[in-house]
């Protein structure tokens, strides 16, 4: 809880055993007051381990994809009462220790979107992000803002909090089921005018956890190339599904079951 506001955390993953433990071991006492993890079809004991640690665990039949995996954990923690819903990966890339500054920047900042950045300050390659990544995500970033029209410093963490009102308006669930969910979010949250904060996350790669590699790297950045593309075009008066504001919610996503 953050005062009144009920705090729901949503870690969408595959074959995270290694890293979920300590994870959810690493949130704060006290903010959450569910924890969600959506399994996309792991053959590791992800599911068992989440279950052991009190997670609420919703699980994909087959894997579906990251997108995915964060609709159908929206939708749960919707239907579980969330004021504030934040995103943890399970692979520890992202400091848990910050879920209370995000969620406090949902319930008193008055945004609807939070981002944990890692290139608010500079130091994400000390952290150990490979410099490929590190150049693709400026490369990105900047395109993307000039296209978009707005200032943000990354467009790429996947260390986000959302307000109940932004998982509710947002239609996340025409949103594509890969990484490139996390981009088609942002451009609809841009287009729909909802205030997105950002605050500063120190950036974490080891070995043990997951990391997307080149060949999906090179379709993500295609997608984001992409996104930018129908936000400008959608401007200039195409009709676009991913910016429509009566497109399908988490509401309507019917993935995913309770275990
Ligand atoms: N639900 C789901 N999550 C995934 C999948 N692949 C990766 N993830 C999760 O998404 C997060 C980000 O993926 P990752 O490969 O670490 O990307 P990177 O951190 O950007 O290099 C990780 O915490 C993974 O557990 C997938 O197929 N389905
Ligand atoms: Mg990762």
Known sequence: MIGEHRVAIVMPGINVAATLARTVAAIPEGVADEIIFVDDGSTDASVAIAQDLGCAVVSHARNLGYGAGQKTGYREALAGGADVVVMVHPDFQYKPELVPAMASMVVHGGYDIVLG????????????????????????TTFENA???????????GYRAFSRRALEQLPLAGNRNDFVFDNETLAQAIHFGLPIGEIS???????????????????????????AGRFVKHRLGASDAMLDPAGPT????TEGVRR
């Open 147 to 157: 296209m978009m029209g707005a200032r943000l410093s990354e467009y790429h963490t």
């Open 117 to 140: 950045s890692r290139m608010l300050v500079g130091g994400a390659l000390k952290g150990g992000m490979p410099r490929w990544k590190w150049v693709v995500n400026r490369g990105l």
């Open 250 to 253: 988490v509401r309507d996503w």
């Open 201 to 227: 996350c120190p950036a974490n790669y080891f070995d043990e956890m997951q990391t997307i590699t080149f060949l999906p790297g090179i379709r993500y950045g295609l997608g984001c190339l992409s996104t």
